[in-house]
């Protein structure tokens, strides 16, 4: 494992140095070190999924496969109309570098193309140990494969939100129906703002910041969730607009200030897209 982040290191290293021409010896490598902790995730994951056998037929014993793995593909088949297992890092609808100076493009270049594509490349591996073990009729191997499937799938779906959620040239204040639903829900816009920048910031850990829409209330509330867990699945709540507070998203442009980082990201909120999903959301809901 040492071996391995050693070397995740060394290619951080060689990016920061092509792109930046900062000299790497003056940075500390724990600070690259940071950044590479959601690929040692990513990393014992896969481990994991490798590491669980399948029953043969009439061997497996029988029992209730937990509904939350049809609910993990179901919720990914809603956002990016993916059969299960046929999943693909979908592109970005701006240059990497577009989002700067809030967050920086050697940041997303690496953020999306490598840790993005990692939980797309382990969802694909669970998935088709999860074929194996429906073939064997293994509950027990299925059940086993929930973690693998929430967190790659959630880091997928997760992922795919948080990219859509954020444009060139946008933050401000919302307008339209969100903008009435985050009055309605949190008193105002600037309300809204310190408490959904408290819950980000005070997330324990790794995780994710969440404005979603609860549908049984038909309004807005903040939340949060650790790791990739799926606000919906996780909350009840249908995922609006989210935050990546895991460090690899900020450490190296803010290091450990993540309160700067969460303040930058309102530069960058595509209220648009939030709207839309907003919109579909209380369709969905029947409101």
Same mark, same amino acid.
Do not use: W
């Given at each position: 494992m040492a071996e391995a982040k050693e070397a995740y290191i060394s290619i951080l290293e060689k990016k920061l140095a092509e792109l930046t021409g900062i000299e790497v010896d003056q940075i500390k490598k724990n600070q690259f070190a940071n950044a590479a902790d959601e690929a040692v995730a990513i990393r014992e994951m896969a481990s994991y999924v490798e590491g669980i056998v399948v029953q043969q037929a009439g061997v497996a014993q029988a029992g209730t496969v937990s509904p939350q793995i049809a609910q993990m593909f179901a919720h990914i088949n809603?956002?990016?109309?993916?059969?299960?297992?046929a999943h693909a890092l979908p592109p970005l609808k701006y240059d990497f570098n577009a989002l700067?100076?809030?967050?920086?493009?050697?940041?997303?270049?690496?953020?999306?193309t490598k840790h993005h594509q990692g939980y797309i490349n382990n969802l694909?591996? *669970?998935?088709?140990? $999860?074929?194996? %073990?429906?073939?064997?009729?293994?509950?027990? *191997?299925?059940?086993? $494969?929930?973690? %693998?499937?929430k967190f790659n799938g959630g880091g997928h779906l997760n992922h795919t939100i948080f990219w859509t959620n954020m444009a060139p040239d946008a933050g401000g204040e919302p307008q339209g129906a969100v903008a009435q639903a985050i009055d309605e829900s949190f008193g105002s816009f600037q309300s809204f703002k310190d408490k959904f920048s408290a819950a980000s910031v005070g997330v324990k850990g790794s995780g994710w910041g969440w404005l979603g829409y609860c549908p049984n209330q038909n309004k807005l509330e903040i939340a949060t969730?650790?790791?990739?867990?799926?606000l919906q699945i996780t909350h009840g709540l249908v995922p609006l607009l989210g935050l990546d507070v895991w460090e690899h998203?900020?450490?190296?442009?803010y290091k450990n200030l993540r309160a700067?980082?969460?303040?930058?990201?309102?530069?960058?909120i595509n209220w648009e897209n939030v709207n839309e999903r907003h919109e579909n959301a209380r369709k969905n809901a029947g409101h």
């Open positions: 809603a956002e990016l109309g993916e059969e299960r297992g700067e100076p809030h967050i920086s493009g050697m940041i997303m270049e690496i953020h999306h694909i591996a *669970a998935t088709k140990k $999860l074929v194996e %073990a429906e073939a064997a009729n293994d509950v027990s *191997a299925m059940n086993a $494969l929930l973690p %693998a499937i969730c650790q790791n990739q867990d799926p998203a900020y450490y190296l442009q700067d980082y969460v303040k930058a990201f309102f530069n960058v």
